[in-house]
């Protein structure tokens, strides 16, 4: 038995552990902080919540499958957008121990909630979702799109290819940059309360 196939880990990550996970690594990333936020880690950050807010103008949820913008290059684009803001917060704070916890625990994560979601997505658009996984990475994207010809045998209506800021406000996209913003200025102002305090290496 492999950790992908564990039924206990299974249990663990079901229903919304992935948002109380996402919490808990909050507080750690902010308490574990080590330096002020480094460009390179901000900008992978930003370029994560970017991601979601791309996303987040193409999703219809279960009333058109999305096919496309982020969608064309991978099946999960708001969860690797999390990861990636995940990813960029650790490494421009020094804190490559969370990192290392940080992939593993997101990737255990993620593997069960889209596996729970692959499972139910059929329901609601037949063979269509079927004919879009095999065009489709599940995680890691393709850097080039599908023809969009083989992606409108999935999906045809037009909208679906076109980014909608009122699609993107009603799944509250700009809550990505929100937190964009309050993990890089927390782990900012703990640092400097940290060196103010003078026991910012302890």
Same mark, same amino acid.
């Given at each position: 038995? %492999?950790? &992908?196939?564990?039924?206990?880990?299974?249990?663990?990550?079901?229903?919304?552990?992935?948002?109380?996970?996402?919490?808990?690594?909050? /507080?750690? &990333?902010?308490? %574990?902080?080590?330096?002020?936020?480094?460009? *390179?880690? =901000?900008?992978?950050?930003?370029?994560?919540?970017?991601?979601?807010? $791309?996303?987040?103008?193409?999703?219809?949820?279960?009333?058109?499958?999305?096919?496309?913008?982020?969608?064309? !290059?991978?099946?999960?684009?708001?969860?690797?957008?999390?990861?990636?803001?995940?990813?960029?917060?650790?490494? %421009?704070?020094?804190?490559?121990?969370?990192?290392?916890?940080?992939?593993? /625990?997101?990737?255990?994560?993620? !593997?069960?909630?889209?596996? !729970?979601?692959?499972?139910?997505? *059929?329901?609601?658009?037949?063979?269509?979702?079927?004919?879009?996984?095999?065009? /489709? *990475?599940?995680?890691?994207?393709?850097?080039? %799109?599908?023809?969009?010809?083989?992606?409108?045998?999935?999906? *045809?209506?037009?909208? /679906?290819?076109?980014?909608?800021?009122?699609?993107?406000?009603?799944?509250?996209?700009?809550?990505?940059?929100?937190?964009?913003?309050?993990?890089?200025?927390? $782990?900012?102002?703990?640092?400097? =309360?940290?060196?103010?305090?003078?026991?910012?290496?302890?």
């Amino acid at each position: 038995m %492999s950790l &992908l196939t564990n039924p206990a880990l299974k249990k663990f990550f079901s229903g919304r552990r992935r948002f109380q996970l996402a919490w808990v690594f909050a /507080v750690f &990333l902010i308490f %574990s902080a080590r330096q002020y936020p480094s460009i *390179p880690g =901000i900008i992978l950050c930003f370029a994560g919540a970017t991601l979601r807010f $791309m996303a987040s103008g193409y999703l219809r949820k279960e009333a058109k499958l999305a096919v496309g913008g982020p969608y064309a !290059h991978t099946r999960n684009p708001l969860y690797l957008g999390t990861f990636l803001m995940a990813l960029g917060a650790t490494l %421009s704070v020094g804190a490559y121990g969370l990192t290392a916890i940080m992939a593993v /625990v997101f990737f255990l994560n993620y !593997h069960y909630v889209i596996q !729970h979601e692959e499972a139910k997505l *059929p329901s609601y658009f037949g063979e269509a979702y079927h004919q879009y996984c095999n065009l /489709v *990475p599940r995680f890691l994207p393709r850097w080039t %799109s599908p023809e969009r010809s083989e992606l409108q045998r999935i999906n *045809p209506a037009p909208e /679906v290819y076109r980014f909608s800021m009122s699609l993107a406000n009603q799944n509250r996209a700009f809550e990505a940059y929100a937190s964009f913003v309050a993990l890089i200025a927390g $782990m900012a102002v703990l640092v400097l =309360i940290k060196t103010r305090l003078g026991f910012l290496y302890l």
